[in-house]
């Protein structure tokens, strides 16, 4: 068993990096002035060879999973789901001798979509959950969450996203590749989140950016680069407050 770890940490790097190197994520949250409201998911990701599954589980691109992870809060009426789009496309891949011998240097400006060439086909898939109170969002909102809400006057929402720890200092140099690797490719890509409240209302963060639409409303941006994921030293916290103004 000793021996085989190194190898089940290599193939876990090399999933990382296969898969954080195509995936695309935007999260848009809403809240009304009552504070229900929606958030809409975008996504893109990889799917497994002649198969509509994605190759990230949490991320569904089949409808009836999608409604599947939401189905006990359907069921309570504490939600509602509205599936957009779920679109298929596919990227030509030319042949696998002619890629190794034109493949471009790692450090080349010609290497940046190298990454999708890793796969063939793709899902990109956008839908809402609209909910009636925000405490729902501890089970509609990926990671770990927590919401906090007294009456009208005071909602707190804390999300972790969980890094991973980096190699020891002894790592053969195997694994050390693969990790420089995985690094390389999540840097070209990021999650994105918007939060946006009614004027009634206003909010602070330790994330991103806030300011105001032409309608009033609050937003907040925050770009969250899928590289932190490997190299932050704790895991990554997040608290958004909401208050009346």
């Avoid at 996203?161 to 840097?187: C, H, K, M, P, S």
């Avoid at 206003?202 to 770009?223: I, V």
């Amino acid at each position: 068993m000793r021996g085989r770890k190194p190898a089940l940490l290599l193939c876990l790097g090399l999933l990382i990096s296969f898969s954080g190197g195509c995936f695309d994520y935007k999260e848009s949250l809403h809240f009304n002035a009552d504070l229900s409201g929606y958030v809409e998911f975008q996504y893109r990701v990889p799917l497994y060879p002649e198969q509509d599954r994605s190759l990230i589980s949490y991320f569904p691109v089949r409808r009836e999973l999608i409604q599947e992870r939401y189905a006990s809060l359907i069921k309570r009426n504490a939600v509602r789901l509205e599936i957009q789009s779920i679109e298929m496309e596919s990227v030509g891949l030319p042949d696998l001798e002619q890629v190794q011998n034109d493949a471009p240097a790692p450090d080349s400006p010609d290497a940046d979509g190298e990454d999708e060439m890793i796969f063939r086909r793709f899902a990109r898939v956008r839908y809402r959950v609209f909910f009636k109170s925000p405490t729902s969002l501890e089970q509609i909102l990926p990671g770990k969450v927590q919401v906090r809400q007294r009456a009208r006057r005071f909602l707190q929402i804390e999300r972790t996203f969980v890094v991973t720890q980096g190699l020891a200092d002894n790592a053969n140099r195997i694994l050390t590749g693969a990790y420089r690797t995985t690094r390389e490719l999540l840097d070209k890509h990021a999650m994105q989140f918007q939060v946006t409240v009614d004027e009634s209302w206003t909010m602070a963060s330790n994330r991103g950016e806030t300011g105001a639409d032409q309608e009033g409303e609050k937003k907040l941006r925050w770009h969250l680069p899928l590289e932190r994921t490997l190299y932050d030293q704790k895991n990554i916290e997040w608290r958004l407050i909401i208050v009346p103004r």
